[in-house]
C-alpha cells in the first residue's frame, strides 16, 4: 500500500464480522497514538480511549440510478467534515482516520462516500481496508453470512484474530480460503493485535515463505516483524521479507 497523496489525509476502514476482534485491535494498534481519529458505529464492550473518538449512526442512501455499491452514507460525510474543520482550524491534530464498521456492515458504501463526495474527495484518501476475521468461527461465517464474504471481498488486508484459541492448521486452512475469495488481499494473522508471521500470505504468494535451503518455518528477527504491533499507518510496509 502506497502512501496517501500528498495532502490528503488517510482513510483506514476497519471491518468483520460479529466478534471478530475488530475493537480489540484498533484498541492495541492506536496506543499512544493521538493524531488518528477513530470513528466507530457503535460503541462495543471492548472501550477506546481516544480523545478524537466520534460515533455515528449507521444511514446509507442509494444514489438514484446506481448499483447496490453506489451507496453513500450521509452521516459519515458529516462526521468527515465535522473532523477536517477541527483539523483546518487548529483544534485537531488530524494525521489519519479508522474507520470502525459494525459488523454486519459492508464497507463498500464507506469507500464510496469518501471518492464520491466532491468535497470529501479532495481532502481524504481511502489508504486501506482491513477486515478481522474470526480463526474460531471464521470458515462457518463465510459459509452462513452473505455479509462476511462481502467484507472479505473488498479488503486489501485481511487479520486471521484469536489465532490462539485454535490449531495452526486450522489458520492456514482459513487463510486459504480467504486468499481464494479474495487473491489481492494480504492475509495476516495477530493474537491481541501482535503479528503472527507464521500464518501469512502475500497476493499470489506460496503461504510458508522460506528461504533458499531451509526446510522449517522462518524465525522472528530483526528482518522479520512475527512480533510486530500491527499499525494503520498507511505508508508501512508489510516487513516479512
Not at 497514538?33 to 460515533?55: C, K, M, Q, Y
Not at 459488523?103 to 486501506?128: E, K
Not at 476475521?133 to 462476511?148: C, F, K, M, S, Y
Request: proline share 6%; net charge positive.
Amino acid at each position: 500500500m502506497t502512501a496517501s497523496p500528498k495532502g490528503r489525509i488517510p482513510v483506514v476502514v476497519v471491518s468483520g464480522f460479529l466478534g471478530s476482534g475488530k475493537t480489540t485491535l484498533l484498541r492495541r494498534a492506536l496506543t499512544g497514538d493521538p493524531h488518528t481519529a477513530v470513528i466507530v458505529n457503535e460503541f462495543g464492550a471492548v472501550s477506546l480511549d481516544h480523545r478524537l473518538l466520534r460515533n455515528c449512526e449507521e444511514r446509507v442512501e442509494v444514489v438514484r440510478g446506481g448499483c447496490a455499491c453506489c451507496a453513500k452514507r450521509a452521516d459519515l460525510a458529516a462526521t468527515l467534515r465535522t473532523l477536517l474543520d477541527d483539523h483546518e482550524r487548529g483544534r485537531a491534530d488530524l494525521r489519519r482516520v479508522v474507520i470502525e464498521t459494525s459488523g454486519l456492515a459492508d464497507p463498500a458504501p464507506i469507500i464510496f462516500t469518501v471518492i464520491s463526495d466532491p468535497m470529501l474527495r479532495h481532502h481524504f484518501d481511502v489508504a486501506r481496508v482491513t477486515v478481522c476475521v474470526d480463526a474460531v468461527n471464521g470458515l462457518g461465517q463465510l459459509a452462513a453470512h452473505p455479509e462476511a464474504l462481502k467484507q472479505v471481498a473488498v479488503a486489501d488486508e485481511l487479520v486471521i484474530t484469536k489465532v490462539d484459541l485454535v490449531e495452526r492448521q486450522v489458520c492456514l486452512e482459513l487463510a486459504e480460503r480467504l486468499s481464494a475469495l479474495n487473491p489481492g488481499a494480504v492475509v495476516l494473522a495477530a493474537r491481541h493485535g501482535i503479528r503472527d508471521a507464521s500464518v501469512s500470505r502475500r497476493p499470489g504468494a506460496q503461504a510458508a515463505a522460506r528461504r533458499p535451503g531451509e526446510g522449517g518455518p522462518r524465525r522472528a528477527g530483526p528482518g522479520n516483524s512475527s512480533q510486530r504491533r500491527l499499525s494503520f499507518e498507511p505508508a508501512e510496509p508489510h516487513a516479512d521479507d
